[in-house]
């Protein structure tokens, strides 16, 4: 059974970092594509970061310079560094595993982030 678990959400002030984790479980995480992908109000789900099983990286233009995602193979996990938060960047952050160009494609169950003073 494939399990993708985030954790690292909540409330955060403006200008404030955040760091999500993602825990994989019932993959082969080496193989994957990870990602973080988020939701904010009304509006539709959007790709924030995700890395490459050769950890070649590609960020949406809002998250770069801002947000760094890591993945460490050896724990099966993958992170999100978000800094200088904006309240823009409120929404749920849901992780991705990805393979195959979709063949296989596997979400988490969200952890909510709100940026507000």
């Known amino acids: 059974q494939v399990q993708l678990v985030e954790s690292g959400g909540g409330l955060v002030q403006p200008g404030g970092s955040q760091r999500l984790s993602c825990a994989a479980s019932?993959?082969?995480?080496?193989?994957?594509?990870m990602g973080w992908y988020r939701r904010a109000p009304e509006k539709q789900r959007e790709l924030v970061a995700k890395?490459?099983?050769?950890?070649?990286?590609n960020y949406a233009e809002s998250a770069k310079a801002r947000f760094t995602i890591a993945r460490d193979n050896a724990k099966n996990t993958v992170s999100l560094q978000m800094n200088s938060l904006k309240p823009e960047d409120t929404a749920v952050y849901y992780c991705?595993?990805?393979w195959g160009n979709g063949l296989y494609d596997y979400w988490g169950q969200g952890t909510q982030v709100t940026v507000s003073s």
């Open positions: 991705n595993a990805r």
């Open positions: 019932g993959i082969n995480f080496n193989l994957y594509e």
């Open positions: 890395i490459s099983r050769t950890r070649s990286t």
